[in-house]
């Protein structure tokens, strides 16, 4: 015999917020929809957030002396 699975949605009731989100959801895919300029921004802002996340190898001559204090310091 086959277990019958019930829907938990059956019979329930949305506020209008809510189903305004339902309906935006099941019209277009989406929760909400924004502009093209907005998606332009969202796009250079992740652009830029990549950037920030490379690190970048570079060589430094520093003094013994120096060195020191500054790995002193680093583990102060």
């Known amino acids: 015999m086959k277990k019958q699975i019930k829907d938990p949605f059956d019979g329930l009731v949305l506020d209008e917020y809510e189903q305004a ?3 935006s959801v099941v ?3 989406d929760y909400f929809s924004i502009s093209k300029a907005e998606k332009d921004d969202f796009a ?3 652009k830029m957030h990549n950037q920030f996340q490379v690190s ?11 060195l020191a204090k500054v790995k ?5």
């Open 21 to 23: 989100i339902e309906d």
């Open 27 to 29: 019209a277009d895919g």
């Open 44 to 46: 250079k802002i992740a």
């Open 56 to 66: 970048k190898k570079i060589n430094i001559r520093i003094n013994n002396q120096d």
């Open 72 to 76: 002193s310091k680093a583990k102060h």
